[in-house]
């Protein structure tokens, strides 16, 4: 699955079509995040994030659904992929990790952002507003840049 991501990365390199993607996330989402990372401590959070396209051709993400069936626990979170909503398209995943050292993706998180789009944003302890960092599919860390919504 990882092979095949980076196969299309780099044949839409090769074509000269560079993909805009995801940018930056709404304070108000990211606050959300962050919020609802806290209150759930020391429990995990888990949710997928939706964006919005801008004047520039980019995506904001602008959203957080969190799906019925949703399991956590002090270790992981996961969401039951039947409850998935048809007709809404998702950029990532937004979780929590209970413990501050935690802000990298585990092994299991990988398996999650390769099947469930582009960028992931992790939340770690003690969840102030830098403590969260962005990763694309692959598991690189990418930067996010935070907008208020209009």
């Keep these: 699955m990882l092979r095949s991501l980076l ?12 993909e805009r993607g995801v940018c930056c996330i709404f304070k108000d989402t990211l606050e959300f995040i962050l919020a609802v990372s806290e209150s759930s401590h020391p429990r995990e959070f888990v949710g ?5 396209r801008t004047a520039e051709g980019g995506e904001v993400i602008s959203d957080v659904i969190i799906l019925p069936g949703t399991r956590s626990s002090s270790f992981s979170a996961s969401f039951r992929r039947d409850m998935l909503p048809l007709g809404v398209r998702f950029v990532g995943t937004a979780h929590s990790h209970p413990k501050p050292q935690a802000m990298r993706p585990s092994p299991q998180d990988l398996q999650m ?5 582009q960028r992931h944003i992790i939340t770690f302890f ?4 830098d403590c969260w960092r962005c990763y694309d599919a692959l598991g ?5 840049k935070v907008v208020e919504r209009k």
């Design 7 to 18: 196969k299309r990365s780099a044949a839409r390199k090769r074509n000269g079509k560079a």
């Design 48 to 52: 997928l994030l939706t964006a919005e």
């Design 113 to 117: 952002f390769a099947q469930t789009g």
């Design 126 to 129: 003690p969840y102030g507003e």
């Design 140 to 144: 690189r860390e990418k930067q996010l």
